[in-house]
């Protein structure tokens, strides 16, 4: 059953079963083999899919920059981590009627980049380069997609590597959902949302 509310991942016991459940998800087992190439490729830790979004059957890809501290607790990268951007990703997520089982979640650099116990950080160049490679096999796990939303400076770099592997994809560029970015100007979640509403009239659903 999907949470009604954010943060629902601050319980250990709701981490415990929502890996019990990616086990035994076919639609997020192709995505769980990436997961563990980039960690074999990159020597870092790489999060997973939330599974009760919709995995490789997802027709909404919605990129985000890279893990920050919270999956070290949870290991998803999830609209239900126990985050300010998790919550306000979760709330964007609901107004603009976007089922979960429509999105998929994921980062542009889709390692954890930061030391153990320090704070989140900016990626570097040679970061995004490198993550570059995998956004391809990662597109190719979606025969479904109908539209890519790249949210933030860094998942918008990625803009031309979608434009040469899937041409015709619509991508939507939103701001970040961080609180530290939400909170500078009413303009950035009016332009999130407007985004996400665009995302949606790709998909068909009523605005």
Known sequence: MSPSAPKSLADPGAVAARHALAEVSPHLAPLRRLAERIRAEQDRPVPEADP???????????LLETPGPAT?????????????TAANLFRFLSEAGLAR????????VPWV??????????PRTGEIRAARAYLPPL??????????????????????????????????????PSPTYVCTSPAVPARIAAGLGEAARHLGVPG
């Open 72 to 84: 070290g607790r949870t290991a998803f990268v999830s609209r239900d981590n126990p985050t300010g």
């Open 113 to 122: 980049i930061h030391a153990p116990g320090a704070r989140n950080r900016a």
């Open 139 to 176: 597109l190719d796990l979606m025969p479904n997609l109908a539209v890519v939303v790249l949210s933030g400076r860094v998942a918008q770099t990625l803009a031309p590597v979608l434009g040469e592997a899937r041409p015709h994809l619509p991508v939507v560029a939103i701001p970040h």
């Open 52 to 62: 009760l979004d919709g995995g490789v059957s997802a027709r909404l890809l919605l």
């Open 101 to 108: 089982a429509e999105t998929l979640i994921w980062n542009a």
